[in-house]
């Protein structure tokens, strides 16, 4: 039986309560944001030693979660031998697609043509392949890298739910991650295609790219972009965008493509940059 926590997720107004949140983190009120920064940093013990500016010199507490590091912070693994993570966090699960199926939890999927909007052309790409799913604590670095270079050759802004996306609800709410609010980009790069995936959550009140800057959430209907015509090109490493407040990153690689790292498994912690795996 499901819990009251995961019954309440079902019951609350996911986006009105996002938007609110997102109005109050964006204030720039001095007192009111210097507060929420430090009570926060308190709960959930963020590292600010790494941290690339102090507590004071945040315009909002969204400045603050999407912090950057200082640099050196996160050293790379080898890019040319190495998948990289995407993102602090821990590993929700990691495997391979199998029958157009990536495993969630406990006997629950999702598809991967679910995953990208209904695009079962692209999600075919991934059959057999390998995905990786990363969710970010709310005490985690909250920039989204590259786990590999490539060309973005497409977005697309599905619309959706924001339960929670922690352990319990992964295990209690069916396709959570092809049901709540993301963006889907693919990529091609040297090694082939590959495709990362932010999912928004409760609270989250919005989604950057490096590219188009802040992604219109909570939006009613589902958009494809097209990036052929943009040169839009990025090293292994680099940041591909950002949560205001949440979430999870998820990864597929098309078959053949990637060898996890012996013995990753769900639940071990990751820093953005370390080695997932090899290339294959």
Sequence with gaps: MASPFVWLQHALPHHAISRGIGKFASSEVPWLKDMLIRRFIAAYDVNMDEAARGIGEYRSFNDFFTRELKPGARPLADAATHILSPADGAVSQIGQVEQGRIFQAKGRH??????????????????????????????????????????????????????????VTAENVDGLFARNERLACLFDGPRGSFASVMVGAMIVAGIETVWDGLVETHAPRLVRQDFAARDVSLAAGDEMGRFILGSTAVLLFEPGRVNWRDGLKAGDAVRMGEALGTHA
Excluded: C
């Design 110 to 167: 999702f598809t991967a043509t679910q995953l990208l909007g209904g695009d079962a052309e692209a999600a075919e790409r991934f059959e057999g392949g390998s995905f990786a799913t990363i969710y970010l604590s709310p005490k985690d670095y909250h920039r989204v890298h590259m786990p590999a270079a490539g060309k973005l050759s497409s977005t697309t802004y599905v619309p959706g739910d924001l339960f929670s996306v922690n352990g």
